[in-house]
T-cell receptor
Framework: GDSVTQMEGPVTLSEEAFLTINCTYT??????LFWYVQYPGEGLQLLLK?????DKGSNKGFEATYRKETTSFHLEKGSVQVSDSAVYFC????????????FGQGTRLTINP | ETGVTQTPRHLVMGMTNKKSLKCEQH?????MYWYKQSAKKPLELMFV???????ENNSVPSRFSPECPNSSHLFLHLHTLQPEDSALYLC??????????????FGEGSWLTVV
């Protein structure tokens, strides 16, 4: 079945560092890919998404490119801030749509000033 | 503000109590979900409703009883819970249509503590 694998956390960086959180997937067909973020004490919010190969999703300085050849959707940000501290979830939805959304295990990110 | 509102945000209940979690979505979606998020465990899908009809129950114990009176409202009725049921319960909604690309929108969650 479909699955998502994220790099294990926790990840701790200093402010203004470059961020990469790896995400790879296994799926049949052409899934859509998502990154969700969960700030402390809150629910999940959609950060960005890409619906076809080579699409780049971007939001709030974060980017991720849908790479079909490597089945990856790595999250990147050039200069992180303390306010980016959160848990980040990679997810995919396959041909059955949102009702079969598959989440990775989440990566906790802490940014130190 | 995601358009999905959950109440209460925090709930403490005894094992013999009966309580309910409420979710309302203002997005015009026709699919609604309950997820459970426990510490150190992956996000777990509990129930899915499409056009008020339950379409998925992920082997959830009967002490959790969902109710969907219309496409905008979803409840999770709780009774005789166990301490291990303490978790963050997330409601979500999406537009139901075939194919990939539909986005799920989450509420802020209800923190449940069973004592």
């Amino acid at each position: 079945g479909d699955s998502v694998t994220q790099m294990e956390g926790p990840v701790t960086l200093s402010e203004e560092a470059f961020l990469t959180i790896n995400c790879t997937y296994t799926a049949t067909g052409y899934p859509s890919l998502f990154w969700y973020v969960q700030y402390p004490g809150e629910g999940l919010q959609l950060l960005l998404k890409a619906t076809k190969a080579d699409d780049k999703g971007s939001n709030k300085g974060f980017e991720a490119t849908y790479r079909k050849e490597t089945t990856s959707f790595h999250l990147e940000k050039g200069s992180v801030q303390v306010s980016d501290s959160a848990v980040y979830f990679c997810a995919l939805s396959g041909t059955q749509g949102a009702q079969k959304l598959v989440f990775g295990q989440g990566t906790r990110l802490t940014i130190n000033p | 503000e995601t358009g999905v509102t959950q109440t209460p945000r925090h709930l403490v209940m005894g094992m013999t109590n009966k309580k309910s979690l409420k979710c309302e979505q203002h997005l015009g979606h026709n699919a609604m979900y309950w997820y459970k998020q426990s510490a150190k465990k992956p996000l777990e899908l509990m129930f899915v409703y499409n056009f008020k009809e339950q379409t998925e129950n992920n082997s959830v114990p009967s002490r959790f009883s969902p109710e969907c009176p219309n496409s905008s409202h979803l409840f999770l009725h709780l009774h005789t819970l166990q301490p291990e049921d303490s978790a963050l319960y997330l409601c979500a909604s999406s537009q139901d249509s075939p194919g990939a690309g539909n986005t799920i929108y989450f509420g802020e969650g209800s923190w449940l503590t069973v004592v």
